[in-house]
């Protein structure tokens, strides 16, 4: 078996997932001696990737792979896995109605720079005009929009449909829309934004593909167990993540919109638009290179099935 | 000059009665019963450690008394409301190290509201009083034993007491200093006719100052003798008179 | 009688400063979604779970380890260095920048150093809690030195000991107040700083445990370690520090 | 000539100090991506970039006033605060636990707390400076109290001061070197939690900035940021504190 | 008894030559030289604040001298090495707060390297020397000013010196402590043959305990008059030899 040692973020949106695919051997079934570490950083990972001490994470951020490569660290994406699935929300009983109302608020999201960040300002600006200066970015984590929200300090919040879906008993929200219905207006196209990719070493993508291919089944396999086995990703979340069982059913509700093993064409077409939306917004310098986007694993990994 | 006698029937400047005090186990004083008339000058003579600074210490009202009373110019300590009339220069220097010289002998005045430069000018007056006028500006480490001890002194004095408590006010300083400093004592003690109780260790100082010795006696600490010093002023350690009452004291103890 | 008396009424006081603050803290957690602040009840269950959850005993043990290596070698570092600095002024003048250097840079940033040197382990949080604590004893180390009386330096050398004798009979009993409270001030912030950089650097340990809770949006388990954090703490304040200090300053006159 | 010769000495060793730290860094940076590290050059230039960019000084200016805010209340606060627990034994064992509980509270927790009393806005950062500066200064207020010494109280009452005299005349110069360190390491801690605070509870500010620049890997902005504060730091150590402490405790006997 | 003059060919315990010394503007020491035999007790007299301290402190090795030479047993101070040898009992008592008073005796008995049972023992005999054996477990705080200072004497004799420095060893204490301490030290010293150097401000003391007394006179610190006390021991204050001594030596000053 190969040793491959994979980060990812546990105490975001990849924790769910994360936490399947280390209780489970489908990488070990794939070939895969797989050392897991954890991060309680949403960068973290990147950083860890580029000092060496990881060769491959999944859920890794989206801007931050960008601007990493763009450094001219090693690294390149072999699979989109995180959709930003995010919606646009106004407290319940707000006289809000639709998102063009949202110019000149104040608007909660992700802080400034984060890949939600950017998208929801480029389609708040593409769909509705609102551009960078109309509103007020008001950045936190999701507990503390959503705190903002229940004591009015913004009109309005871009939130995680599962965060929705977990306090949902105490905190009254009308939904206005969400990233992928705006994204698709925005592109005019069927795609969604991702939040997360997964980045793995140059060095190991281009001189071991098929190891990459093999890591890329096993994560196909989790998907597809996950969704069959809803009960036991259930007891995973609650004994490895500290999950109440309400919370952990939230997740698990949600296993479908929160991840994915693509890199189609189309996806790739959608990271490259989101690059270029990116860089449009400042967050990112320098040019996107093709070679980024290491196709071959996954194109491997269809053989795999 | 006030003899004393010719005052004994006015009201006493200091009066204990039966005054007590422990430390824990040990019993620091006994039985303390003695009047101090007002103008009248008092020696506290006794071995090392049987009561002297701690009398001096229930006197001032620092320290509050186990047992027994004190009454000052005629009412008890606890009404009494004048105490700024009393000065209280300890047996060690006690020399505020973040305060010059001056600014150290000025402290006392700080506590009535005297305007600045008058504390400053009645600070060098009690420098030159004692022999430091040159060192106003100096700190307190840059002085020597028997120079801090006159520092203390000025501060003392300086706010015009009409009681002075002294612990070993001369203790460190050599013969002449020590007279000069008994010349200045003496004259202001007459001029303001200050009532002074002061420890020494000294036989011939008690008997050139004091109107009465009143001598201590240790664990506990008791009064063994009280002796009324009846010499013509100025007393002259050399004369005869004075000479033969030092060899009488000493023998005394 | 006397003590007994005074012990039951400092009981007493505690247990009203208690009272006082859970029904604070009831009544507010009542007037917002428990998700914002959540009440007594739900923190103590919370923390009920964590306790007999199956990693708990492995992140406190994580933490502690880190915090006690980490103050440790700051207190081994820390006091030699405030020693030196106490006693010799060019050293002194020399370091003085650095000390104001490491005083300024956040625990954040020293996370950051840290994973870059040592990667995600044990030595990234200890190394944070080292680069807080040590400046905290070193500067309290130097100013007690810089307050060692001459007169009891000069007694000894009259003795003609030698310079370490000087330092272990006369400096360190001067010097012992001030690293006491350096100390003190160390491992508190040794403590928080540590919990810094777990978000940052670590696999495991109550940092990481927090910084999950709080992006997982379950505040009633950010409350309950903070509760376990601060029950540990009093404890270690009551049961280690203040004896340990009553006897070595016994010797100090009681205000009367 | 001596004093200029020492000065002269000692910017040598100023320059020698930087020049090492420099070559350090240069060394380490070619040796590591740059967004792990990036060298002083690149720092050099994203300071430059950050001076002249649009919200650099209204950045600097809000952080600045939280910082100074929380520093001025908590010294108002805990001074007092200090002086009392010093001098009645029955209010410091009341408050004792408290204070300890104050000094584990990590500054993340009063950041929540902040928000949820303040919501966003100045108050909060300000808030949280204050919960970490004011037991810095109330706990090294009181250890200087404890000290005073009674032979110099028992001076002033023997002269028959106020309470407020004994407090000011002899007191406040007997803990003045207690407060000096304890308002330094309360400024330096303040700095540091502001920063942690404005990253939750901010949309301007020093560590709004450095949270966005580090989400974003722009490390040589975070690089260039906590230049800029060390900077300010040491400016404001050779400017204020130190020509202000010589000048307090020119009194101190010269070490021989 | 050792006469001093039978011992002047031999090599003198303490050689001073031209001894100077200032502080910033203050010339505090200007051309003082002195030898001292061993075995010879020199008293230090002289006004408050002339430098008796400050030659003390060169003297002991704690204060580099500006010029001059000082020889120790014949050896320069810069290449003497048996500085264990020399005891100095400092003008202020220097009890550390925090040891107890035995504790306290027992600091110099530290310096060399002797066992912990054997230096208790030593300092409790000090401590009955200077009748103060009930005192062993007290604090510094809980002592007179005289007990601390005889402490402090304790503490320099424990470790049995062969030059011994006292700062106004005596100052704190009543005539008759005084008295008994002077026989103590003279038993001591008689028995090891030390070497004393004192300061003191009282001229009996100085004419009862010293073989020579050196006057020194202020403002640079100078060397005024040495003489010699060729008086019989025990020499008791009261007999006439003596107090014509302390007379004559009084008109000097
Ligand atoms: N550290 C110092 N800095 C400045 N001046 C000093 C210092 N120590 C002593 N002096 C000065 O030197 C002179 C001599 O001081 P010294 O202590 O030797 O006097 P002394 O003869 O012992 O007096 P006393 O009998 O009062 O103790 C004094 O004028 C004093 O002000
Ligand atoms: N704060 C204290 N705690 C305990 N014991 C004390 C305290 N102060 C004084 N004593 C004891 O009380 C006794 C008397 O002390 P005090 O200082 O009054 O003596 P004194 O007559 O002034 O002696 P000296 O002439 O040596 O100064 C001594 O035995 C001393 O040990
Ligand atoms: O530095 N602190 O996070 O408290
Ligand atoms: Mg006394
Ligand atoms: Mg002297």
Redesign the pocket.
């Known amino acids: 078996a190969e040793k491959v040692r994979i980060g990812y973020w546990t105490s975001g949106v990849s924790l769910g997932y994360g936490s399947v695919l280390e209780s489970k051997d489908f990488l070990a079934e794939r070939g895969i001696d797989a050392e897991f570490v954890h991060f309680p950083d949403v960068n973290a990972p990147m950083r860890a990737l580029a000092a060496g001490s990881i060769d491959l994470a999944f859920g890794a951020p989206l801007a931050g792979v960008f601007s990493t490569a763009a450094e001219g660290v090693p690294v390149k994406i072999f699979a989109a896995t995180q959709p930003a699935d995010v919606q646009f929300v106004v407290p319940e009983d707000s006289s809000i109605e639709s998102l063009d109302e949202l110019r000149g608020k104040k608007i909660g999201m992700s802080p400034a720079g984060s890949s939600v960040a950017v998208i929801a300002s480029a389609v708040l600006a593409g769909n509705y005009g609102i551009g960078s200066n109309d509103f007020s970015l008001v950045g936190g984590n999701e507990s503390r929009l959503a705190q903002f929200l229940v004591q009015k300090q913004v009109d309005g919040a871009a939130l995680r449909s599962v965060t929705i879906a977990q306090l949902g008993d105490e905190l009254k929200v009308k939904r206005l829309g969400s990233f992928a219905e705006e994204w698709r207006k925005l592109t005019d196209s069927d795609s969604v934004p991702y939040i997360g990719v997964g980045a793995v070493n140059a060095g190991l993508v281009d001189e071991h593909p098929e190891t990459v291919a093999r890591v890329i089944a096993a994560l196909r396999d989790t998907l597809a167990w996950g969704e069959a086995h809803p009960d036991e990703v259930v007891s995973i979340l609650q004994s490895s993540a500290n999950l109440p069982e309400h919370d952990a059913r939230v997740y698990v509700g949600q296993w479908n919109a929160m991840n994915r093993v693509a890199f189609e064409p189309e996806d790739i077409e959608t990271l490259k638009r989101q690059h270029q939306v990116f860089a449009d917004s400042g967050l990112i310098r320098g040019e996107l290179d093709d070679s980024l986007f290491a196709t071959q694993p996954y194109a491997q990994a269809e053989q795999l099935r | 000059m006030n003899a004393p006698s010719s005052l004994a029937v006015a009201v006493p400047a200091l009066s204990l009665k039966d005054i007590g005090k422990h430390f824990d186990g040990l019993e620091a004083l006994r039985g303390i019963s003695l009047d101090v008339a007002k103008g009248e000058i008092v020696a506290l003579l006794g071995t090392s450690g049987c009561g002297k600074s701690t009398l001096l210490n229930i006197v001032s009202g620092l320290l509050p008394a186990d047992r027994g009373e004190l009454r000052i110019d005629g009412q008890p300590a606890s009404s009494f409301r004048d105490w700024r009339q009393i000065a209280y220069m300890f047996q060690e220097d006690r020399l505020l190290p973040w305060r010059s010289i001056r600014a150290n002998v000025a402290f006392g005045l700080e506590a009535q509201r005297s305007r600045r430069a008058e504390r400053i000018i009645k600070a060098e007056e009690a420098l030159r009083l004692v022999e430091l006028e040159g ?1 106003a500006r ?1 700190w307190p ?7 801090r001890s006159r520092v203390a002194l000025a501060r003392s004095l300086v706010v015009e007491p009409q009681i002075l408590l002294m612990d070993e006010p001369f203790s ?1 300083l ?1 013969p002449q200093t020590r007279a000069q400093m008994h010349q200045e004592l003496l004259r202001l003690q007459r001029l303001k006719n200050i009532t002074v109780v002061f420890v020494t260790h000294d036989v011939e100082e008690a008997v050139v100052l004091a109107d009465r010795v009143v001598v201590l006696e240790p664990r506990p600490g008791r009064i063994r003798a009280i002796k009324p010093l009846d010499l013509a002023r100025p007393r002259i350690p050399t004369d005869l008179a004075v000479s033969e009452q030092v060899r009488q004291l000493r023998m005394a103890l | 009688m006397e003590t007994s008396k005074r012990i039951l009424s400092l009981l007493l006081q505690r247990g009203v400063l208690i009272a006082v603050f859970l029904l604070l803290w009831w009544y507010a957690a009542g007037r917002l979604p428990s998700f914002v602040l959540p009440g007594p009840e739900r923190v103590f269950y919370a923390f009920n779970g964590l306790v007999h959850s199956a990693t708990f005993l492995h992140d406190l043990g994580a933490t502690m380890g880190r915090v006690f290596s980490g103050f440790v070698l700051a207190t081994l570092i820390g006091t030699p260095l405030g020693l030196a600095l106490g006693s010799s002024r060019a050293l002194a003048r020399f370091f003085e920048p650095i000390l104001a250097v490491l005083n300024t840079v956040s625990s954040a940033i020293w996370a950051i150093f840290a994973i870059i040197w040592f990667g995600i382990s044990d030595a990234t949080t200890i190394f944070v809690v080292f680069m807080t604590a040590m400046p905290l004893i070193l500067t309290n180390v130097w100013q007690g030195a810089q307050t060692v009386e001459r007169q009891f330096i000069d007694l000894a050398r009259s003795f003609r000991m030698s310079r370490w004798q000087i330092l272990v009979k006369i400096s360190l009993p001067s010097i012992l107040p001030y690293f006491f409270s350096g100390a003190r001030l160390a491992f508190g912030f040794g403590w928080r700083v540590s919990l810094v950089a777990e978000t940052l650097g670590a696999s495991d340990g109550i940092g990481y445990r927090l910084r999950q809770a709080a992006d997982l949006v379950q505040s009633d388990q950010v409350f309950a370690w903070t509760l376990l954090l601060v029950a540990l703490m009093l404890l270690l304040e009551a049961g280690v520090l203040k004896p340990l200090e009553r006897w070595l300053f016994r010797w100090k006159t009681p205000s009367r």
């Open positions: 060192f100096a480490h840059q002085l020597s034993g028997g120079m460190k050599d």
